[in-house]
Every structure is written in C-alpha cells, then in structure tokens.
C-alpha cells in the first residue's frame, strides 16, 4: 500500500488526484474500521489512517474526507484559536484542500470563495500572482502548500496582503525544512533534479527557517504559531497530529 500511494502521488498530476481519489479510498476505508484514531475534520473514526506521502508516513491520510496530519491540526486551531466558525466572515481558500470544501462551504456563517489556477475543486479560477479581487475584500485566506510551487512567493503574498481587510487573517502553510535559510535556484527546470534539490518535481523551492521572515518582505505579517506544543498528548494521539508542525498565522501588514 506504502509503496502504490507513494508512487500515485509522485507521478500522477493532482488535478487528476483531486477528481477521482476520494471515491478510491472510501473503498478502502472499508477495511479500516475501528475506533483507535478520529478525523476531527470528518468526525469519522478507524482503527488507523492510511500510510501517506513520497516516503510514506504511517498514520496519516483520513480515508473518508482525505485530511492529512496538518489539516486535522489546522482545524482544531480554527476552532480553539479563531472565531472561524461563529463570526461572519469572508473567506478566499486558495489551492482549495478537498477535506476543506464541504465543511466550510456548508458553514453559515462564512461566505466562501475557492480558487485555484488548475484545480477542478475551484470556483474561481485564479493565478495568486493576480488575484481578480478588489482590495480589503476578505477577512480570512487560506493558502497552504501553494508557494512552494510559485515562480514569485513574495508577490503572490503581496496579493494576499492587498485583498486582506484591515483586521483580517489567514494562515499560510508550507514544507519547511532544517535548513537556515530558503534553498532557491531559478535556473533548475529539470523536474528530477527539482526533486532531488526541493523535494518534488514542481517545487521552485526549498524552504528553511527563514519561512516566515520571507514571505513577510512582502509587507504581509507572518507569525509562527506553536499551537501544538500546548495540546495534550492523549489528542495529538487521537487525531494522529503532526508534533512538530508550526501554524503560519498571517495578518495584513502596511
């Protein structure tokens, strides 16, 4: 299994992924009943999560909603650390994450708009070095594992920050490595030698710890956030969640 689910989502496009790996998987998740972990995400439980990524991870992949560690710890801090599910909000979710769309566009309180260049989930499609909305349109963006692949992450994020209203938020996910500073080189296009430089084939970059302080030349704020450290152990256990994982929490700047 380790090795079909690694091989799939190296070689096969995502837009393609996003189309017809859920109905796979909820097959699949026939044979992974019980109750040892839960998708906060979906509610679903199972006796464990599939195994997930290139070198696969154990534990990762929700098979009913398809939300992965980081997703499952991005909803427990939209609900224990925002007021996402009660307040009126306006909501842009770049590169939209299939675990996501349901549940928050069923939210009432939300207006939600996703949008995505290629993505068949969106509704807008949208380049993020351009987006086609007027500024301080929405109080929350998402955009999460998006400017890895971009030619330009910082003017993507000063589009981010023009379309963010004054008092508005967002959080900006993205791998980031133990590394001191950000690995880029524009003149790499070969797809294995980006891979074995960045990690993918369609990755332009390699982040380090300067993740932040990067994207916030751009004039939008962004904020490490160690929500996780502070959970206890019996729920990052129970929702299989990432321990080491930081929220990029991101606020419009000048």
Known sequence: MKSIISFVIRYVPRKYLQLVSHFFLKVLAVFYKGKNVECNVCGHTFRKFLPYGRKARENALCPNCLALERHRLMWLFLQKETT?????????????????????????????????????????????????????????????????HVEDDLLACKEINRVLKK??????????????????????TDPAERERRFGQRDHVRKYGKDYASRLSKSGLIVQENLFVKNLDRDLIIRHALPENEIIFYCKKGD
């Open 84 to 148: 996402f599910f009660s307040k009126k909000l306006k909501v842009l979710h770049i590169a939209p994450e299939l675990c996501f769309i349901e549940s928050m566009d069923a939210l009432p309180n939300l207006e939600y708009i996703t949008a995505d260049l290629e993505s068949p989930l969106a509704n807008v499609k949208m380049d993020v070095h351009d987006i086609p909305f007027e500024a301080e349109s929405f109080d929350v963006i998402f955009c999460n594992h998006v400017m890895e």
């Open 167 to 188: 008092d508005g938020w967002g959080i900006i996910q993205s791998p980031v490595y133990d590394l001191e500073q950000t690995l880029e080189d524009k003149s790499i």
